[in-house]
């Protein structure tokens, strides 16, 4: 496939390591040296868990959850499953759920859903990019590295049916 769906580059590669660097010092002063779980969803978090964790100064634990949406034909629309749930044990910890980007929201809202259930001391929200246009469902997002207009975007782990992936920038795509 060529890259001609690949519009302008909407955050460069610096200006992506720069952001993810002033978030983990908030994180860092934030949590104060407390033990912390980040739980990424795959796989579109995979290069920000990756790059926040390791500026992380606190003790980490790092585990990742993955989500399907239901197959086409129980016609329930919107409806998501897990596809792997967290191994490690919540209870009582500290959980940053990482996420690459918040559109409508209901996703993330069934992932918390989920994880509180668990009962950990604390869940916040971390997520690399905030496109609020289409919010249904409002939750706080505790950490945002950028917010964005209201576009489809590709790389740095966002992906068009599974391809851009490993871009290192983050751009615009048209169909
Ligand atoms: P929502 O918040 O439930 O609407 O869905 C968020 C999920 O949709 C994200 O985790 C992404 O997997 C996907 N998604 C939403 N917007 C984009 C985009 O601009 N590019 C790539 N994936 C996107
Ligand atoms: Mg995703």
Not at 24 to 41: M, P, R
Not at 98 to 116: A, K, R, S
């Amino acid at each position: 496939m060529n890259k001609s769906g690949i519009g302008k580059t909407i955050y460069s590669e610096e200006q992506i390591q720069h952001r993810i660097a002033e978030i983990a010092a908030e994180i860092n002063h934030d949590y104060n040296g407390e033990k912390l779980i980040v739980i990424g969803v795959l796989k579109g978090s995979l290069y920000f868990v990756a790059d926040l964790t390791r500026h992380l100064t606190m003790p980490v634990n790092i585990d990742f959850i993955s989500i399907g949406s239901t197959p086409e034909e129980l016609n329930i629309t919107g409806a998501i499953r897990f596809t792997r749930s967290v191994g490690l044990n919540l209870t009582g910890q500290h959980v940053l759920l990482v996420e690459d980007i918040i559109g409508t929201g209901l996703t993330l809202g069934f992932i918390c859903q989920h994880l509180e259930t668990f009962e950990p001391a604390s869940l916040k929200i971390c997520t690399l990019l905030d496109n609020p246009a289409g919010r249904i469902l409002t939750l706080p997002i505790d950490y945002s590295c950028f917010t964005i207009p209201d576009l489809f975007v590709v790389g740095y782990g966002l992906d068009y049916n599974e391809e851009y992936r490993n871009l290192r920038y983050i751009a615009e795509y048209r169909e």
